[in-house]
């Protein structure tokens, strides 16, 4: 199993700036991609950025992409999504999870860190 724990959320004001951390524990040795998803009241859950671990490949939601980078940090075993230009629809909560494969369900997950962006 893969353990997971979100860190860096809090509130900013429109503009600024969070970066947020997921480190990893367990068995990270089969992870396929790591992802950031948020999920806003009343909203679904939605995915912001991913990282394909193999190949570093990155992809980003339309609403990320230019203000949102994920990164990773092998050593470590933790991903980074930093955060610019935030917007008061950005705020929620900001999941991190983990898939063994392309066809795998993100079957772990953290606890959520909250982003709240006033305007």
């Known amino acids: 199993q893969v353990q997971l724990v979100e860190s860096g959320g809090g509130l900013v004001q429109a503009g600024g700036s969070l970066r947020l951390s997921c480190a990893a524990s367990?068995?990270?040795?089969?992870?396929?991609?790591m992802a950031w998803f948020r999920q806003a009241p009343g909203k679904e859950r939605e995915s912001v950025a991913l990282i394909t671990w193999s190949s570093d490949t990155t992809s980003y939601a339309d609403s990320a992409k230019g203000r949102f980078t994920i990164s990773r940090d092998n050593a470590q075993n933790r991903v980074h999504l930093q955060m610019s230009s935030l917007k008061p629809e950005d705020t929620a909560v900001y999941y991190c999870?983990?898939?063994?494969?392309?066809?795998?369900?993100?079957?772990?997950w953290g606890q959520g860190t909250q982003v709240t962006v006033s305007s």
């Open positions: 367990g068995r990270t040795s089969n992870i396929y991609q």
């Open positions: 999870g983990v898939r063994s494969g392309p066809l795998a369900q993100y079957a772990y």
